[in-house]
């Protein structure tokens, strides 16, 4: 499974960002910067950002932590993370960004203040796992983040539903060449829990003290805290 996901993500890579931008209507800029603020990061903290792909969230975090903080961004598909690097050079950044799975975290416990993940839980093979590894290598008190799809209810919801059934595969398809990829993404998307079934998820690692979580833009994004036990 990982290693099918692990495939498809290295062949829409070159295409993500510009699709992403697109299919989001610039939206998840903005996701980001409420998942950096609910964070409760502060300049120096040490931040990993797991499944970081082309490395916004990464990037997001530096400007929060600034010039004595730390960044790392990791993913387990390395053409992902290709652009990265360019991305924060250009921004006048130093932000380090290395293959890792989000299941098997090659760092020490307690290296970190804060862990995070975007649209990236409902790819992994094991989310509970990846939820236990990113609270191990956070220190007792720090914050593991999630930023993931929901599924909004109501007129919005059949809007959406039509959108990303429809229009994300064709246009995804168009702009990545990889029209499978979207249509996986999306249902991926549909199909994971959100909002208290999400949380319920979190608690069910015995890894926080407590967690909180707010639906964004109608529900379309979730962002979740776990305060690490
Ligand atoms: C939809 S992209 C999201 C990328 C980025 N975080 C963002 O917000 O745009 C999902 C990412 O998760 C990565 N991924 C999936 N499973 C993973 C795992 N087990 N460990 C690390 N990265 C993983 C993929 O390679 C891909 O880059």
Redesign the pocket.
């Known amino acids: 499974m990982?290693e099918t996901?692990?495939t498809m993500?290295?062949d829409i890579?070159p295409r993500?960002?510009v699709a992403?931008t697109a299919l989001s209507l610039g939206i998840?800029h903005l996701w980001?910067r409420t998942v950096v603020r609910r964070s409760q990061v502060q300049v120096g903290m040490r931040i990993l950002?797991?499944?970081?792909?082309?490395?916004?969230?990464a990037l997001a975090f530096k400007k929060a932590v600034g010039k004595s903080g730390h960044v790392v961004g990791?993913?387990?598909?390395a053409e992902?993370?290709e652009t990265a690097p360019e991305k924060a050079r250009k921004n006048g950044m130093d932000i380090r960004f290395e293959v890792?799975?989000?299941?098997n975290l090659p760092y020490p416990d307690n290296s970190f203040d804060i862990a995070s993940?975007?649209?990236?839980i409902r790819?992994?093979?094991v989310p509970t796992q990846?939820l236990r590894e990113m609270a191990r290598v956070v220190r007792p008190g720090g914050r593991v983040v999630v930023?993931e799809f929901g599924q909004p209810q109501g007129i919005v919801g059949a809007f959406y539903r039509f959108y990303s059934n429809h229009v994300i595969p064709f246009v995804g398809g168009i702009l990545s060449g990889n029209r499978e990829a979207y249509s996986y993404?999306n249902r991926t998307a549909a199909q994971f829990p959100s909002g208290d079934n999400f949380d319920a998820m979190m608690h069910e690692t015995g890894a926080f003290a407590g967690t909180n979580y707010k639906a964004l833009t109608f529900g379309i994004a979730y962002v979740y805290i776990g305060k690490v036990l």
């Open positions: 990982s996901v692990r993500f290295a890579a993500y960002d992403n998840h980001r950002d797991c499944a970081t792909g082309t490395g916004d969230l990791t993913d387990f598909c992902m993370m890792a799975d989000a299941m993940i975007s649209f990236g790819n992994v093979d990846a930023l993404l």
